[in-house]
Every structure is written in C-alpha cells, then in structure tokens.
C-alpha cells in the first residue's frame, strides 16, 4: 500500500494578507476612490497607513482635508479595518477621538470589502450620517432635530481643525504609470490620480451584502 501524498504546502494567513495589500495600496495610488488620496508620506508599514480624505461636495465639511488612519489587521482580509480620523471631525459616527463608528467595520465586516470600498463608505457618511449608529450621541441628536445647527457647527470645525492643505506622495513607479497612462488618456488619469472626479454614494450597509 503506497504511502499517501502529503497535503501540498499552504501560503500563512499574513503572506496572503501582504499580497492583497501591496495590490490595495498599488491601487490607491493609481486610481484612488472619490475624495480619498494618499497620504504626505511614503508607507513604511503596509498594515499601518495614511491616507486624505477631501471633504465631499454638499456637505459640510466640503473644503476640508482630513488625513485618516488607516490600521490594518494581521489576519485581513477576514478582520476588519480600523479607521481613525486624525483631526477634530464634528459627525454622528466620528467618535471624540477621531474613531469611525460604521456596522463595516465590526459585525457586517466582509472579506470582499476592499480598502478602497471601506473609504468609500466613510466619505459616503460624511454626506449622509447614519443614525442609529452614534458614536457621538449629542450630534446624533443635533443632527435629527436641529439640521441648520448640526451643519453650521460641523462647518466651524472644518474650517478649525482641517483647513490646513495636505499634499499626497506618489512613489517614483506610480508616477510613472500614471504619467504613461496620462499620456494615452490625456487629463483622466491626473484627475484620478488627484481624487477629483464625480462623487458617487455607497451605503456602508450595501458593501457588507
């Protein structure tokens, strides 16, 4: 009776992890979500990055830029992200200390949300707050029954706390795809490449289906 083959070998949770990773971040610097860019300085840590969120049209914190760390677990993509604002933010789901409260990242946490998708929820909910999710209980209530208010103060803070420009860094080989890119698809890529582009909204519960 021969001897059965052993099982062939199994790449460890956090080699997988670093794939997706490197292929995530190759992507936010290339073509970045709406209003998201990448951070001031080169990542260093591919589980611990930075990244610019631009406050989106019509809302109030349109004008501002906000950096936003961004932790990322050994075990993802199966744990979620962690998302923290590094500037005083005024929102329902923005704790005190710059914590974002959204059901993505904690019980409806899917392994096919991406990091560009989870940024995509967060500037999502800087245009439409929900609710029944408060990490700041007295702009939840604020914003419910005193909108005018909520939106005058959450305003105030933008211009205090997140006025100051941010410029993104693109390493050497990124730019030079974008510029190849640039110069087949003419404008395009370099607004892409700068975050600006049409705002589209992505319920935070709609990524977790």
């Not at 600006?196 to 990524?207: E, M, P, Q, S």
Request: aromatic share 12%; with cysteine; hydrophobic share 40%.
């Amino acid at each position: 009776m021969s001897a059965r083959a052993p099982p062939p070998p199994t790449m460890p949770e956090c080699d997988w992890a670093v794939r997706r990773i490197r292929k995530e971040l190759n992507l936010l610097w290339l073509d970045p979500p709406a209003f998201c860019r990448p951070g001031p300085a080169p990542v260093t840590d591919l589980f611990h990055w930075e990244v610019v969120i631009d406050g989106p049209d019509g809302s109030p914190y349109a004008g501002g830029t906000f950096p936003v760390d961004v932790a990322i677990p050994k075990k993802y993509p199966m744990k979620p992200l962690k998302i923290t604002f590094k500037t005083k933010v005024y929102h329902p789901n923005i704790g005190p200390e710059g914590r974002m409260a959204l059901d993505i990242f904690g019980e409806w946490w899917s392994p096919a949300i991406t990091i560009s998708t989870a940024l995509l929820s967060v500037v999502s909910v800087l245009y439409d707050p929900l609710l029944d999710l408060p990490a700041r209980r007295d702009a939840a209530l604020q914003y419910r029954h005193q909108r005018g208010l909520f939106e005058q103060k959450a305003r105030r803070w933008t211009h205090r706390y997140a006025s100051a420009p941010v410029a993104s860094f693109c390493p050497a080989a990124a730019r030079k795809e974008l510029l190849e890119e640039a110069a087949t698809t003419g404008a395009v890529a370099r607004r892409r490449f700068c975050g600006v582009g049409k705002w589209r909204f992505f319920g935070a519960r709609l990524l977790a289906i």
